[in-house]
């Protein structure tokens, strides 16, 4: 160790600080560390900044996922709601179609009825009126006095608008009367005069 002399004396006389090593190196470590710190904290505010926004982002991205999934659970809700509102609307529009098919084959038995009836003449008594339910094609069953009132009766169903293919399918003696004749025709119908049963 080299003794240095940091100052003289009133009387000329030289001064050895033995410390002043020490000093130094103590300042120069001070320096050192204030440096080192003054690097850390540029490194940790610049972290701060680079990481800032990627954490607003996945706030934001998380904020935004659990609006999306209360707008969906909301939209499921509605979409069900939805659903069965239709499905009741489905059954109320089937009931009124089954209604509206329902009232029109009550209402056209009775024009059925009154179109066969205006082609039968005096002497043709009717026993029985089907409708065959897959075709549609009406069967007339009856008795006559003669095979004349047979056959008006048949001519007449021909000229009708209301039916048309009228054919005589059927007829014999009838068995209980003795004097009279059974007879079995088919006829389609026109629109709207066609009961569904």
């Excluded at 190196?25 to 050192?32: D, I, T």
């Excluded at 935004?64 to 999934?69: G, L």
């Excluded at 509206?100 to 024009?111: K, Y």
């Excluded at 007829?171 to 079995?184: A, E, I, K, V, Y």
Aim: glycine share 4%.
């Amino acid at each position: 160790m080299e003794w240095q002399i940091s100052t003289l004396a009133w009387n000329e006389i030289p001064r050895i600080d033995l410390h002043r090593d020490r000093r130094e190196q103590r300042s120069k470590v001070f320096v050192r560390s204030r440096r080192h710190g003054f690097m850390l904290l540029l490194c940790g505010l610049a972290a701060v900044c680079l990481l800032a926004p990627a954490t607003l982002t996945c706030v934001e991205t998380h904020w935004s996922a659990s609006a999306i999934r209360a707008q969906t659970t909301k939209v499921v809700a509605q979409t069900s709601d939805i659903a069965s509102k239709v499905a009741s609307l489905q059954t109320i529009a089937q009931q009124s179609r089954d209604y509206r098919e329902d009232v029109a084959a009550r209402q056209s038995w009775p024009s059925l009825l009154t179109a066969v009836a205006a082609c039968a003449p005096r002497g043709v008594y009717l026993s029985l009126v089907t409708v065959e339910s897959n075709s549609g094609q009406i069967m007339i069953s009856g008795t006559a006095a003669s095979v004349t009132l047979i056959d008006q009766f048949v001519h007449q169903m021909q000229d009708s608008p209301a039916f048309y293919d009228t054919t005589l399918a059927e007829t014999d003696l009838d068995d209980d009367t003795g004097s009279g004749f059974r007879f079995r025709l088919t006829a389609d119908a026109g629109v709207g005069l066609t009961p569904e049963h």
